[in-house]
């Protein structure tokens, strides 16, 4: 178990140093957790030589860490892919941040992804899963945003809030309204990362980007629990057995366990009773 949570706070430092190749790293956040300060931690982590882009429809000022920063709002898409390929250094690593993917048309979101990817390009995408998507009664057929990203993603990245239980935070989520202790730099994480295999590996994470430490969250394992003690208060009858009643219940014989020790195969085991009528002079009267 330990070697286990080792490797996937490996696997996740090298996901966030871009030293695992991965395409497309799509972050899913609410109103409720912020993706910003997990963006945070990719700039931490990257390497001096690498070029980073923020291509931003939201962020008004540019970052003190953004190299290039691309104002995508209100711009074709066709100008924005421009932007983004004239921006990225064709030699070296390159880091592309979109703070908002929700903003690309849900049928052009393929065309976009395609024409800006390149082998030394890592793009970090957060689409904002509490914001309602596009009507696309047009496309009554074709996948919502949400369903094409988390299809072409090659790690996806779920931030969620420490406070309150899911349904909870669902609810409150749901009517907007928000809680006090939320989106704060520490946070849950759940990562799933896709092997070229076709294998997908998730793993949970407590993150605290103040001290950058990552801590792996192993799920306990589920008690078992008694048959007896389901039973027991059920109903008014009783329904449980005694370890008298149990422990006669194993002694007795089943007549199909003899059937199954003939080497022929199955056989029909039938026992007299005192009671029985039987001809033996009457064909149809053999058991067996």
Not at 7 to 27: D, F, G
Not at 115 to 122: A, K
Not at 151 to 179: G, T
Request: with cysteine.
């Amino acid at each position: 178990m330990a070697s286990q949570t080792q490797s996937s706070t490996v696997l996740l430092t090298r996901l966030l140093s871009q030293k695992e190749q991965s395409p497309l790293v799509l972050i899913l956040d609410t109103i409720a957790q912020s993706s910003l300060y997990l963006q945070q931690e990719f700039i931490h982590h990257k390497q001096d030589s690498t070029s980073v882009t923020l291509v931003s429809f939201e962020t008004v000022d540019k970052p003190q860490w953004a190299d290039i920063f691309l104002e995508a709002q209100d711009k074709p898409l066709k100008r924005i892919i421009e932007l983004v390929n004239e921006s990225v250094d064709p030699q070296g690593k390159n880091l592309v941040i979109i703070d908002a993917i929700n903003y690309i048309p849900n049928h052009k979101l393929t065309q976009f992804i395609t024409s800006i990817s390149r082998p030394n390009i890592t793009v970090v995408a957060t689409f904002h899963t509490s914001c309602p998507e596009e009507d696309r009664s047009q496309y009554s057929n074709y996948p919502s945003s949400y369903t094409l990203l988390t299809y072409i993603a090659s790690s996806i990245f779920e931030v969620l809030p420490n406070s309150l239980d899911d349904e909870e935070l669902e609810r409150h989520v749901q009517e907007f309204k928000i809680p006090s202790g939320l989106n704060t730099q520490s946070f849950v994480l759940n990562l799933i990362n896709r092997r070229k295999s076709g294998r997908s590996l998730s793993y949970k994470f407590q993150i605290n980007t103040l001290t950058h430490e990552y801590s792996p969250i192993v799920d306990k394992p589920q008690e078992h629990v008694d048959s007896q003690e389901l039973l027991k208060d059920l109903t008014t009858f009783n329904l449980t057995t005694s370890a008298k009643q149990q422990k006669a219940r194993e002694n007795v014989e089943l007549p199909y366990l003899d059937a199954q020790s003939f080497e022929t195969g199955g056989a029909i085991v039938y026992e007299f009773e005192k009671d029985d009528d039987y001809d033996e002079e009457d064909p149809y009267e053999d058991p067996f």
